[in-house]
């Protein structure tokens, strides 16, 4: 046989090692070529009367990643095409047989006869895994490395090569559904207790006890081909299925809001194919998995969650013929809350981090937080003691300048205030000298102007974190006007050591993931002015695919300091640049109320003591009017808070904030949790359609006002019928 | 077209619907056969021009199922050449039954039908029949599937109905029912299940709780918070109707519809086959009307099946003398009368199914019977009677003395 992609030897016991390794990649993916070889292999093992059955095993220290997503992401532009060329229903035919042919390569390694196992180590994941499954015998790498699972769901996938199938046939139904739901990424043990392997081995055993279950005459039958089988929760319809199914309907509506077709489609797959023999089953859920590969979703959040967001964590927009900076040891000026999360992530990545604050005392508390964040990942069994110590160890909290010395990095994140920011920064500079990167975290001044107090601006960049650092993955990088190549790449650098994403986002007030906050937010107190119920203002924003509703946000960002900023605006821009609805509601909670948000237990909502919060009744006083709920239109609520958000992004893309639409769709996700399965901002426009975007925005501005008028750009787009990806994606390629 | 008159209508007594309940003993096919042979014997039928047998059930499987109503009618001793359809139409399955008989003899292809209901939750069990609605996330997902009770408690949550409105109107109901038994209003059309000996095994609804008052209930919790929270159906309801902060759950047990046994039978036809029987109609059909509601309130349908009826009915609501509004939850009635701005003076004055209990495929037949009684008793006209359905529908029917 000629394979590139394996080698397939067999031995004297007649059992054959097939090793997946393939040229020039650091992992195996799957690929229409590792399809076609795996084939020859499956007809061999079941043709060679010499040949008792198959190991597979991975050459590499990881099994494999599962498919190629851009491969997916191809198939959906070919069909695509196809129903250009060939009419809708031969593209359909031709879509569903190329859609279904990993599952049926699946299936005939199941059906061929003679018994296949597998020994993992490292990720097997996604297909990789569907592959494992449809293997009779699955032994795992019982080391810390190992991980399986199918975390299709988060890239708005699912399994469609017989996972759901057979995950349903392997584990009780409820469990099931959540594994396939979350997408999970199992241990060994859990996957061993899960029942979804057989059986755990020392890693350099894994083949050998895999090549053990051939030569003790394991068969090569999975156990839903054996006549009499039943699946372990029983019948669908039956009391056992009453238990399950109205919840896992529910609860799917609770978790995603009817918002993520995939998670739906395993649902369905599942609950049809339990009906059904197992072929049937593959064939339901293969109809599933083409219908959701050509969705609108499963294209938006493929392009942004994986592959852009790859491509800007791999430096998009590094400035290339810089080299790499070095991280041994970095400053952070600053002990309070974000000063000591930037302190802690840099920490984890193994940087030494000297944690300065005015006196020892406040340096002290900032190196507590460190602890309790610490402390929190060895509660839950993500670290070790020894890791924590090793951490701490690496923390230096003082109020002493002179330890900043040798630092490659000096990152700020002191108050909010200009004069307290010089201060820090000379005395810093006069430390480690002007040539050291400096890097404010600064989230509302801008960049340029704080540079003029710094020894040489063209060292002095932004690195904008998100609150809490620890779990935020968004970082802009700000590059002021006089920032040089240097120091962003430094600060990109910086960024991919602590494993986060980042943005580049030009030097303007709010930079770019406030601004579109921002106008979340207002949006929801015009709503409170209009009549809308409180309570509908929240949940149409989750429905819409928002994380947490505007008022909740305010909250805990607290509404004395949305506040500040609108006063600080309207003091730096004039009358012209705030919205006096936005100033009623602020003036009127925050002088009128004292209603500070979550910080004193009193903001739109009530935080009592104990027990959940609820909306503040007063809010009533808000409004206008008094609107029958039943007459509100929920859906164009739901537009309301997607529209203004992405009209911003639009504005920030043509005012050159950002500059490729990747950015503003990944921070978009990442930094505020823009509806996850529009794929972001710029993709939610085009996902519509510029010109359709542009009606709406005339429609809705007419009926609420200028902040939703289409930017003459963005018209001028729609005429000549562009999208954001069509002109702005390929000329930020060969950027 | 022609009139269609109700002659008579009879029912059972209401058995607690669990094992230690009276009827737990009768089969399905017993109930209703008491119900049909008692229809018959009382009209002097010999059973031979009867031209269908309408009873409704909700949960027709095993005992109950394939096709109850023919295996009745021969049972009742109809004769070979009676037919017999079993319909589900869930909760009003009964009301439908009548209204589906009426239909026949309006269009003049029928003279003489049965419509009815039959059901035997303590020997079937609520649900024994299934049904993609609530598990098939083909409909489940787009049809907001919750269990009633919590549609009930969003009814309550929504238009502002609180533990304790919903209490009050549940001890009322026992009230109102038992001074009907006690004024032997219900005498007319209970006919008294009996073994085959013809020793009464009940001749009474059993499930009332005469004593019943607001501490009583105060000490019962909620039954469908647990559930709601656990498994997602408060964000179902709230997702569905996004006005509604937290879901508040008021109902339980005791301002429920009782779980019990129970049939009905009602006997429609024609002024000529009247005439011909020797039979005396006791009152018309004058309309009557379906309608599909807002499927996460569910339990709505009868404030919108009303406003349509009575508008193909050319009437109003004041043109109406006595409404019965099934007792699903108190939150049901509590709504309906909300929405038509009325005072419950002439709505379940003889108490409903919180007190009496609801054989869920029976009670719109046992309501129409119910409601003749009430008119026939106080001397007036015009009787409104409905249902809320699962899945969200309403039945409704205006019958009138004459």
Known sequence: ??????????????????????????????????????????????????????????????????????????????????????????????????????????????????????????????????????????????????????????????????????????????????????????????????????????????????????????????????????????????????????????????????????????????????????????????RWFAHILRSRQAAAMIRSLFLSKNELEKGAHRPKEIPPAKFAKIGVLGAGFMGAGVAYVSALAGIEVVLIDRDQESADKGKAVIDKLVSGQVSRGRATAADKEALLARVTATADYDKLAGADLIVEAVFEERGVKAEVTKKAQEVVGPDVIFASNTST????????????????????????????????????????????????????????????????????????????????????????????????????????????????????????????????????????????????????????????????????????????????????????????????????????????????????????????????????????????????????GTAAFVAICDALAQKYGERFAAPAQLREMAKKGESFYGRYGAQAKAA | MPEAYIYDAVRTPRGRGKPDGSLHEVSSLGLAVTALAALKERNGLDGAGVDDVILGCVDPVGEAGGDIARAAAISAGYGYEVPGVQINRFCASGLDSVNFAAAQIMSGQHELTIGGGVESMSRVGIGASGGAWPVDPAIAIPSYFMPQGVSADLIATKYGFSRDDVDAYAVQSQQRAARAWEEKRFAKSIVPVKDVNGLTILDRDEHMRPSTDMQSLAALKPSFAFLAEQAGFDAVAIQAHPDVEKLSHVHHAGNSSGIVDGAAAVLLGSREVGERHGLKPRARVRAFANIGSEPALMLTGPVDVTKKLLTKAGMSLSDIDLIEVNEAFAAVVLRFMQAFGIDDGRVNVNGGAIALGHPLGATGAMLIGTAIDELERSGKATALVTLCIGAGMGTATIIERV
């Open chain 1, 445 to 688: 001044l801008p960049i340029t102007s704080l540079a003029e107090t710094s020894l040489k601006p063209e060292n002095f960049v932004g690195i904008h974190f998100f609150s809490p650092v620890e779990k935020m993955l968004l970082v802009e990088v700000i590059r002021g006007k006089k920032t040089s190549d240097r120091a962003v790449a430094t600060a990109l650098d910086f960024v991919r050591v602590l494993k986060k994403t980042p943005i580049v986002v030009n030097d303007t007030r709010g930079f770019y993931a406030n601004r579109c906050v921002l106008n979340f937010v207002r949006e929801g107190h015009i709503m409170l002015t209009e009549g809308v119920p409180p309570a509908m203002i929240e949940t149409a924003a989750r429905m819409a695919g928002m994380p947490v509703g505007p008022l909740s946000l305010n909250d805990e960002i607290a509404l004395d300091l949305a506040w500040k900023i609108h006063l600080a605006t309207k003091k730096d821009l004039g009358e012209a640049a705030v919205d006096p609805t936005q100033e009623r509601v602020l003036h009127f909670m925050v002088e009128q109320e004292g209603r500070l948000g979550r910080k004193n237990g009193k903001g739109f909502y009530d935080y009592p003591a104990t027990g959940k919060k609820s909306l503040w009744p007063g809010l009533s006083a808000l409004a206008d009017k008094t609107l029958d709920p039943d007459e509100i239109d929920v859906e164009e609520l739901k537009q309301r808070f997607l529209v203004v958000q992405a009209a911003e992004a639009a504005r920030t893309l043509f005012e050159g904030v950002v500059t490729d639409p990747r950015e503003a769709d990944v921070g978009s996700i990442l930094g505020f949790g823009f509806a996850p399965f529009t794929g972001g901002t710029l993709s939610y426009i085009d996902g519509i």
């Open chain 1, 1 to 286: 046989m000629n394979l590139v992609n394996f080698r397939f030897e067999t031995g004297a016991d007649g059992v054959a090692l097939l090793t997946w390794d393939m040229p020039d990649r650091s992992m195996n993916v799957i690929t229409f070529e590792v399809m076609d070889e795996l084939e020859k292999v499956i007809d061999e093992v079941a043709r060679n009367p010499e040949i008792k059955g198959c190991v597979i095993a991975s050459g590499k220290a990881a099994f494999s990643g599962g498919a190629d997503l851009s491969m997916l992401q191809k198939s959906a532009v070919e069909y695509a095409k196809a129903v250009r060329e060939q009419g809708e229903e031969a593209a359909m035919k031709q879509f569903f047989e190329g859609a279904r042919k990993l599952s049926l390569l699946y299936r005939k390694l199941e059906t061929n006869g003679k018994p296949f196992a597998i020994a993992i180590r490292g990720t097997c994941l996604g297909g990789a895994f569907e592959l494992a499954l449809a293997c009779h015998y699955r032994v795992l790498a019982d080391t810390e490395k190992t991980k399986v699972g199918l975390p299709e769901i988060k890239v708005g996938l699912f399994p469609g090569a017989g996972g759901t199938q057979r995950v349903a046939r392997l584990m009780q139904t409820g469990e099931a559904l959540q594994l396939l739901f979350k997408g999970e990424q199992l241990k060994p043990a859990k996957a061993k207790s899960a029942g979804l392997v057989h059986e755990l081995a020392p890693e350099n055993e894994i083949v050998d006890r895999a090549r053990a279950f051939i030569v003790n005459g394991g068969k090569g039958k999975a156990p839903w081909d054996v006549e009499g089988f039943k699946p372990p929760s029983g019948r669908v319809y039956s009391p056992g299925g009453m238990m399950v199914w109205p919840a896992a309907n529910a609860i799917y509506r609770r978790e995603t809001f009817d918002n993520y077709p995939a998670a739906k489609a395993i649902l369905h797959s599942v609950f049809e194919g339990l009906q059904l023999p197992f072929d049937l089953g593959l064939r339901v859920e293969a």
